[in-house]
């Protein structure tokens, strides 16, 4: 089955620093994957849609300079949330498409927990 | 765009049998997902349905009607593991809706 692994799974930082969290789809070739923020007990918010090989479509109020995408190859996406505050802790989840599936399942990653002190 | 609505919470008793609703608006149908998440993980797959009616997998079913813009989740024989959010996603450009916390109890 699709398979979607995504690194770290928890960091800690310190305020002003960066984290750069990886999302690889590892025995499919990903055209399409998709980054979401999840706050405690809510819903998944989209954040962005990367194409390989092209700019990210970023989501209204979702800031692209803090949170840069880059799609480089059809199997790594990675997410660099720059100069972090502690606003920015929460939930983040990858997902991916395979480019060859009709039905277009998304499959995710097991999400990376950023905390910032 | 569209719009995704789902019940916010929904408590069942072990065994049973519980149906979660989910409506949906959209300006282009084609397809509507299902997934499963449980506390603090990734959600995973779970039906998806483009033609009218049940698609049944085990002890999970999916229905769809496109006409009316709606669809649920039959959850059949319910076990403790089964408390999760049930979230439902129109296909396209993959916005979930609010999903729908189903507590499980003795």
């Known amino acids: 089955g699709a398979v979607v692994s995504q690194h770290p799974s928890w960091v800690i930082c310190k305020s002003g620093t960066s984290v750069k969290i990886e999302c690889r789809s590892l025995?499919?070739?990903?055209?399409?994957m998709f980054w979401y923020r999840q706050f405690p007990k809510q819903s998944l918010m989209l954040m962005a849609t990367?194409?390989?090989?092209?700019?990210?479509?970023?989501e209204q109020g979702v800031e692209k300079d803090k949170f840069l995408i880059n799609h480089a190859s059809l199997t790594l996406s990675t997410l660099t949330v720059t100069s972090a505050h502690p606003e920015d802790s929460s939930f983040y989840i990858c997902s991916a498409r395979d480019g060859r599936d009709v039905e277009n399942i998304q499959y995710f990653g097991a999400g990376t927990r950023l905390s910032v002190l | 765009g569209q719009n995704i609505d789902q019940p916010t919470e929904m408590t069942a008793t072990e065994g049973a049998i519980v149906q979660i609703n989910c409506t949906y608006q959209t300006s282009g149908f084609n397809g509507l997902f299902w997934y499963q998440q449980h506390a603090g993980e990734a959600p995973t797959f779970l039906s998806y349905n483009v033609l009218d009616g049940l698609e049944e997998k085990g002890r999970f079913s999916s229905f769809l009607s496109r006409s009316k813009g709606y669809s649920y989740l039959l959850l059949k024989e319910l076990q403790m593991k089964d408390s999760a959010s049930y979230l439902c996603?129109?296909?396209?450009?993959?916005?979930f809706g609010a999903g729908t916390r189903l507590t499980v109890k003795p």
């Open positions: 025995d499919f070739q990903a055209t399409t």
């Open positions: 996603a129109v296909r396209g450009d993959m916005r």
């Open positions: 990367s194409n390989e090989g092209s700019k990210a479509t970023y």
